[in-house]
Antibody
Framework: EVQLVDSGGGLVQPGRSLRLSCAAS????????MTWVRQAPGKGLEWVGF??????????EYAASVNGRFSISRDDSKNIAYLQMSSLKIEDTAVYYC?????????WGQGTLVTVAS | EVVLTQSPATLSLSPGERATLSCRAS??????LGWYQQKFGQAPRLLIY???NMATGIPARFSGSGSGTDFTLTISSLEPEDSAVYYC?????????FGQGTKLEIK
């Protein structure tokens, strides 16, 4: 059974950094791209970015709203994907979901809430 | 960036009725459109991919159609558990984008 467990959320001040983790199990983690999607409270869904599998270079792409501030990485030996967030803004407040794959999302983590406030 | 506009914003129907949800893209996205259902407090669930293909385990009352810029999700006979927010999503161009959602209420 595919499982994705998101963690690392919490309350953080504007301008600070936070790292989210996504622990994966139930599939060959290294074979899949991993994507982060977020949802601001009461709002719709927004793609944050994704990281390719090592087979496809292991590189990442980002939405314009987070490009240059957020970084996605992966540790295939531990089956974990990371979302490093820096220079956080109030508008980054959202539930962040780790997801498997890229084009369409079949599997989602439970989400972790990041609140950016002073 | 491809903008997806969903209509209506809210839809209120009775069990057994037919629901028709629309998604319009700001440019042609071929058939690269999917639909998700999100119930309160839950992660979204994929219903339809590439316009008309049903994801695994999705009831047959859900169907999708369209091409180019205009797409439709149809729920043929509503069940109480279909109450949710429905999002469309395109995978034609990065950044992939979602519509703003249609809230479906079952009376």
């Amino acid at each position: 059974e595919v499982q994705l467990v998101d963690s690392g959320g919490g309350l953080v001040q504007p301008g600070r950094s936070l790292r989210l983790s996504c622990a994966a199990s139930g599939f060959t983690f290294g074979d899949y791209p991993m994507t982060w999607v977020r949802q601001a409270p009461g709002k719709g869904l927004e793609w944050v970015g994704f990281i390719r599998s090592k087979t496809y270079g292991g590189t990442a792409e980002y939405a314009a709203s987070v490009n240059g501030r957020f970084s996605i990485s992966r540790d295939d030996s531990k089956n974990i994907a990371y979302l490093q967030m820096s220079s956080l803004k109030i508008e980054d407040t959202a539930v962040y979901y780790c997801t498997r794959g890229l084009d369409y999302v079949y599997f989602w983590g439970q989400g972790t809430l990041v609140t950016v406030a002073s | 960036e491809v903008v997806l506009t969903q209509s209506p914003a809210t839809l209120s129907l009775s069990p057994g009725e037919r629901a028709t949800l629309s998604c319009r893209a700001s440019q042609s996205i071929s058939n690269y459109l999917g639909w998700y259902q999100q119930k309160f407090g839950q992660a979204p669930r994929l219903l339809i991919y590439d316009t008309s293909n049903m994801a695994t385990g999705i009831p047959a009352r859900f169907s999708g159609s369209g091409s180019g810029t205009d797409f439709t999700l149809t729920i043929s006979s509503l069940e109480p558990e279909d109450s949710a927010v429905y999002y469309c999503q395109q995978r034609s161009n990065w950044p992939y984008t979602f519509g703003q959602g249609t809230k479906l209420e079952i009376k």
